[in-house]
């Protein structure tokens, strides 16, 4: 079973399903995955077990070069996702991924089949 790891403990963890966006291509509908908060850190926690119910490519940044097919990510998407807003969400990516980052992103829809986090 494949691991998606997070470096922020989001408060989207509480819900029943939640999103990720994540390099494109390399993630399958109805996958089950792991999720884990820091996997490669010593303060790392496993945060449950996750089914993917979704997958969407999407493009991040407005960009001619790429594909008219397929559709930019709307800011009420990046909300959603945790960030203030669209441009706030690129911007951490950039800061996360540096140059290995792409302008088309997999959407993935996650629910959970096994959470190990408190309620509270």
């Known amino acids: 079973m494949r691991i998606l790891s997070f470096s922020l403990m989001w408060p989207k963890f509480l819900d029943e399903e939640f999103t990720t966006f994540r390099s494109a291509g390399y993630w ?5 995955v792991q999720i884990w908060y820091k996997q490669r850190h010593s303060s790392r926690m496993k945060v449950g077990i996750a089914t993917i119910i979704a ?3 999407v493009k991040i940044t407005p960009d001619s070069k790429y ?3 397929i ?3 709307t800011n009420e998407e990046a909300i959603r996702d945790g960030f ?3 441009a706030d969400m690129v911007q951490w ?3 996360a991924h540096g140059n ?6 997999d959407k993935l829809t996650l629910r959970w089949n096994k959470r190990e986090l408190d309620h509270d």
């Open 28 to 32: 399958r509908l109805n996958e089950t």
């Open 55 to 57: 997958l969407e490519r």
């Open 67 to 69: 594909s008219r097919e």
């Open 71 to 73: 559709r930019l990510m």
């Open 84 to 86: 203030d807003s669209s």
């Open 93 to 95: 990516l950039r800061r």
């Open 100 to 105: 290995k980052l792409t302008p088309i992103m």
